[in-house]
């Protein structure tokens, strides 16, 4: 009987992880009356129950509470002096708990620009995360992007703007607010005569400034002439100063049709010849113009796919 009995095999129940579950055993906060609870990872949990029932004492009051603590306590002795000291929820363990956030459930916030991360502020990191380990590849070819120099610049307008009559513009101001009367007395000093300002050359005058209020995109004429062997040089020496003025991008815009184009000594299709500015946060953002889907201005959460990590 006794060698019958040990060949028996007892059921033994399965073993769950701690990587895809939270456990919360002994909950007391508030309403709760000595709660064990498994909650599954990686899905969405709705708890739900009458008013009272300890819906919030459960997410915010321990769960939250508990992860928010273990999470400050991760922080030197140093850092967690100006923090002060955290309770630690009434509950008896929780294990498989990963670093928090929460949202609060009565936030007003209307604003259709609104969103999870937004809200959390996480998005503000990701924007800076993806603006300086983020690597561009060209949307039309789906390449790499490069950097030019000055001379394959050169050369890219020779055969892309062979004998057309050209504006060289260094940017000195993208997107941002003020009246900048400063900056145009400053240049006007050094000898030059006309800007660009939101889309429009106009000559630069005394005391000449612009709405303070609104969003500017202000460009310094560099210089006007025609693509042609005989003005290499010239044109070498306006790229050149172009580049340094806006600070390694420029923009080269044609005298009849008013097109764009723009040329950067950071980030540049070598078959095309689309140039990306040197990417920032607000690339990232859908508040910016910069960063905003063209058709929505930003109303619906939407930033192109050209920079992975």
């Not at 949990?45 to 009051?61: C, E, M, N, R, Y």
């Not at 005058?205 to 310094?220: F, P």
């Not at 044109?235 to 049709?257: E, I, P, R, W, Y």
Request: aromatic share 8%; with cysteine.
């Amino acid at each position: 009987m006794a060698k019958q009995k040990n060949s028996q095999k007892a059921e033994i129940a399965p073993v769950i992880n701690s990587d895809e579950q939270i456990e919360v055993y002994g909950a007391r906060e508030h309403n709760l009356k000595n709660l064990d609870i498994r909650i599954p990872k990686n899905k969405l949990v709705v708890i739900t129950g009458i008013s009272g029932s300890g819906k919030s004492s459960l997410a915010f009051d321990t769960i939250y509470a508990e992860g928010q603590r273990r999470y400050m306590e991760s922080f030197s002795a140093y850092a967690r002096q100006f923090i002060g000291d955290m309770e630690r929820p009434d509950v008896d363990k929780i294990t498989g708990l990963s670093p928090v956030i929460s949202i609060e459930q009565k936030t007003t916030n209307k604003n259709p620009r609104s969103t999870v991360g937004t809200i959390t502020e996480i998005y503000d990191f990701l924007r800076l995360l993806y603006a300086r380990v983020g690597t561009a590849y060209s949307y039309n070819t789906g390449k790499q992007m490069t950097r030019f120099s000055e001379e394959e610049i050169m050369e890219h307008l020779f055969r892309t703007a062979n004998k057309k009559k050209i504006v060289v513009l260094a940017p000195l101001v993208r997107g941002r607010k003020g009246h900048y009367r400063e900056l145009f007395e400053q240049v006007r000093k050094q000898g030059y005569v006309k800007v660009r300002v939101d889309g429009e050359i106009q000559d630069l005058k005394e005391r000449m400034q612009v709405d303070r209020y609104k969003i500017h995109d202000i460009e310094l004429v560099i210089d006007r002439l025609q693509v042609m062997e005989d003005a290499r040089v010239r044109m070498s020496q306006s790229v050149q100063k172009a580049l340094t003025m806006g600070k390694g991008l420029m923009f080269v815009m044609d005298n009849d049709s008013g097109k764009l184009m723009q040329y950067s000594r950071q980030l540049m299709c070598e078959e095309t010849g689309l140039s990306y500015e040197e990417p920032s946060p607000n690339t990232f953002s859908f508040n910016s113009p910069y960063g905003a889907c063209p058709r929505c201005k930003g109303l619906v959460p939407f930033t192109r796919s050209i920079w992975t990590m």
